[in-house]
């Protein structure tokens, strides 16, 4: 079987599985890093989103064997980490905001409205509406208004 | 200054009129107070011209908690020696807070901060009979009054633990944080008091009273949810996510019409040979594969070769099923009066109730025992159940309820907990067995098909007859709700020959206008697809047809539609939502062409909701772009005003969040939601053909006003908002347009995606996912 190193929330990981196993089922079947959900498999849902090289992608749609040794996955368990806190702002503005319902989307909704933010911000502009629309991540609760609100707020304290 | 403690119940004199409720002490080492679970049942006022409904004496709720009655068992809150009270609720939770608001109410009778409460998800316990059913925006109605008393006999417990130990009068003791105190100086906490407070021996009944809801320090102030931070850092775990020894990913090969069988497998030995597959075995619906991961098990799947045998409706699309529903349409009893009359048919498409986690499961069965794990709504039926598959006696079968990724009635069934324990009994070993997403829309629950035909006639000012006939497929209501309510219903006033639907239709469905003469009735074609409850039953279409109507009877009479609604209100409550919404949501102020309000009011699970939205319909928002290219736009809501009358709300950061919810399920099955049944199965086979709400179809402007507390007891929340919301939704864009709608979604019309291919059932996961990072 094929090795596949790479950093994952800071540490270097190598596992032992065929090139073509999408990175999702990577993190939660053989490292058992459960906060990317799987929503669709598609690339559709979003719910699996997380960041490689501080970029947010969907790792149901990539195979383990395009990851290379230098990329650093992070997923929403390493997300406090990349600001040095305990939680992330995007995280508190979602606490304040008390968004989540049964939460299943919220590790992808957060991971996806910190890139958007970063994104926004190197093209020297605020969030706007336009921005937020553009956002795929579903929320089969509906906690989309709550979560308008937080990144607006969260994009404050970014 | 610190605020003073609360003094011991029974010493002001005010009290003693008010009632008492009892529990048990149980014994254990430390102190464990039960009740039993059982909610008193609210009495609507009749109304009268319009002859009072089923729904207005003995709602849906109400018919619940009196089958609950007499055979409760006890559900225990146990305190620790920490300090904390512990709670194992016997309801899911998928989304809707109902954790949160458990622990709100031990917290406020207990005088214990939040956090010091733990809530966990009770196993299935056949004993609690139905009480142990999660549906009808009931359990905050039926928990409300039990959870308290056990709260508050724990408190009282802890306090005469305390007088006896320090020998003075238990009056003289106040509770606080957590604390028994006395005014000398002397405190203990809780957990110091529990052991000596634990009843050694047999149970002993005590009784107490409880805080007046005007004392409420905790209820009824807004609290954020107490599993949030779980949620934002990914620690919350569902059972997918579970880690149960040998529970390798399973998934299943579906047949291309819905509930196909397996006639034969025609290359299992290939398939067993490919990369970290370890089993593959023939089930009711389909081929299980187990592997070390899901994707191998899509792998396997995908690279099955099964003959199929027919499925339950293969011959049926959406033309075939509309002429059926058609056909099985009750006669209206008034004959049409030309201009006297209003008459409207509607038709609502099927829809799915899927949630975003997928249905599955963890099954250990072994050879004299097993061990589920799943989200249900239900557990007892599905211990019941699937004890009986296994030919195993009740006790030999455990079922866990996990949290779950919502619901929206796809819960109410076992489907996927049954399904693993099959596979797992066949291959005998653990599973997690998971639904793909292909799977979830295409063979799981769904809302059915339903047509509602409505005649309304009208003379010199006053509507004079509102009939109203539902037709649908049939509603699968086989999850076992239906023992109890047809115990219940022989009882109730509906008549004792009305089938299971029927009273279901009949316990939830009602007019709130005085509208003269009014009908609904319930018809229903048994044909067999999956269906089920989908965040409501019947109220979103039937409401939805109804106050489109109310505007047209409007319109024929000359009124505005608010003035209209107020004029025939028959209730209160109704009226003063109606005028907060107008009020708020500005009812009448000036909009563009093409841009229009909608107002329409609703009243179930003795909640009352008014909704005003702005549909917006100039084409320059119809045909925005969007950031995908198999995603819709449309008409979108601009703005929504939802107005709350909750009775008693309980926690309104929470009761708000199920307006949200609510609000987005309504404009998704109003505007863009719906499955196209072909040849026996939904075409629908992601999230980008299931079109629910998305950012880009959501209002940016959302305001809910939460009426303040008029009662003594709390409503239901999580379905009340989808019917007015719907409603509401359906009215503004007939305005905006022009022309009212008749088929629902509006978008049904046109297939907006390629569909995914039929076999095999679970498509490939793209490869290109590097190409798209932001």
Known sequence: MPTHTFQLNGTRVTVDVADDVRLL????????????????????????????????FNPCSVPVSQIKDSDEITTIEGLPATVGADLHPMQEAWLEEDVAQCGFCQPGQIMAAVALVHKVRAEGRQITDEDLDGLRNICRCGTYPRIRTAIKKAAQNM | MAAPGRPMPGTDPTEVHRRKFLGYLVAAPTLAVGVQLFASSAKADAAIPTLPQPEDILDLGDAQNLAALPTSGLISVEINTDGTASFAL????????????????????????????????????????????????NSVRSM?????????IARAQLVNTAAKQWGVPASQLTTKDGVVAHKSGRSAHYGELTKAAASTTTTVAADVTLKKSADFTIVGTPQNRIDARDIVTGRKVFAMDMKVPGALPAMVRRPPTINGTVKSINNKAAVLAMP?????????????????TFGQCIDALRALDVTWGPGTVDKESDATVLQKLKAATLPLAVPPLGALSVDAEFVFNFASNAALEPDNAIADVRSDSAEIWSSLKIPITAKEDIAAMLGMPLDKVKVHVVTGGGSFGRHLFHNVAAEAAEFSKKIGKPVKLMWSRTDDF???????????????????????????????VQTDFSHGLGEVLTATAARLPVGGNLSFAETIFLLTQSVPYNFGVVTQL???????????????????????????VVDELAKKMGKDPVAFRRSFLRDAKLRAVLDKAVEVGQWGRALPKGVAQGIAVHSEYRGAVAVLTEVDCRPETVNRPVPTSEGVTGPRVTKATIVVDAGLPLNPKGLEAQMIGGMNDAIAIILTSSLHIKDGLPLEGSWDNYFYTRQWNTPPEVNV????????????????????????????????????????????????????PLEPSTPQSPTDGLDHTF
């Open chain 2, 522 to 548: 319930l018809n229903e074609i048994p044909l067999r697809f999956n269906t089920g409850s989908m965040r409501n039953i019947y109220s979103p279409n039937v409401v939805t047809a109804l106050e489109l």
């Open chain 2, 442 to 472: 295409r063979q799981g629950r769904t809302h059915p098909m339903s047509i509602n035909r409505v005649r309304a006639t009208h003379l010199l000012g006053n509507v004079l007859t509102f009939e109203q006939r539902h037709t649908s």
């Open chain 2, 90 to 137: 016997p309801r899911a939770e998928v989304g809707q807070g109902m954790t949160t608001t458990a622990a709100m109410l031990i917290a406020e009778e207990l005088d214990l901060p939040l956090d010091k409460v733990h809530i966990t998800l009770a196993d299935a316990r056949p004993e609690l009979m139905m009480n142990q059913l999660t549906g009808g925006s």
């Open chain 2, 144 to 152: 409300y009054t039990p959870i308290r008393t056990a709260a508050a």
């Open chain 2, 705 to 756: 006003v939460i009426m303040p507390a008029n009662s003594e007891t709390p409503s239901g929340a999580g379905e009340l908002a989808v019917a007015p919301v719907a409603a509401s939704v359906a009215c503004a864009y007939a305005r905006a347009v022009g022309k009212m709608p008749t088929t629902f979604p509006i978008n049904h019309g046109t297939l907006s995606f390629e569909p995914l």
């Open chain 1, 25 to 56: 089922w990577v993190l939660r079947d053989i490292l058992g890093v459960t906060g990317p959900k799987y929503g669709c498999g598609l690339n559709v849902c979003k719910a699996c989103t997380s960041h490689i090289n501080g970029k947010a």
């Open chain 2, 276 to 292: 970290g597959v370890t089993d593959v075995a023939a089930i009711t619906y389909g081929v299980g594969v187990r592997a070390q």
